[in-house]
């Protein structure tokens, strides 16, 4: 079984910065992706950056220059700096990450997410 456990999320100042942290536990052979995601509550979720591209589409132009992704392979983590936050950030911070299994199959798993509150 793989897990997904994001850790980093709280209560920032506007203008202020958060790193997100989504580290994956399991048996499996390897990471081949992982992205960041974010919902509102009666919104859907979006997509907010991903390890698979610098610039993958349909991400808010509203987040371009101020989130970026990166991972570690050696610590199976992948991490979400977040920068310049606004109060329109507050949301939910999931990550999903597509890895290949011992049959190099892909699956893909949804960490529980982590809250995150930008105050004015």
């Known amino acids: 079984q793989v897990q997904l456990v994001e850790s980093g999320g709280g209560l920032v100042q506007a203008g202020g910065s958060l790193r997100l942290s989504c580290t994956i536990s399991?048996?499996?052979?390897?990471?081949?992706?992982v992205s960041w995601h974010r919902q509102v509550p009666g919104q859907q979720r979006e997509l907010v950056g991903s390890?698979?591209?610098?610039?993958?589409?349909g991400i808010p132009e509203s987040v371009s220059g101020r989130f970026s992704v990166s991972r570690d392979d050696a610590r199976k983590t992948a991490y979400l700096q977040m920068n310049r936050l606004q109060p329109g950030d507050t949301a939910v911070y999931y990550c999903?990450?597509?890895?290949?299994?011992?049959?190099?199959?892909?699956?893909?798993?949804w960490g529980q997410g982590t809250q995150v509150t930008v105050a004015s």
């Open positions: 999903k990450a597509h890895v290949r299994d011992r049959t190099w199959l892909i699956q893909t798993y």
């Open positions: 399991g048996d499996f052979f390897d990471i081949h992706t």
């Open positions: 390890t698979g591209s610098s610039s993958p589409r």
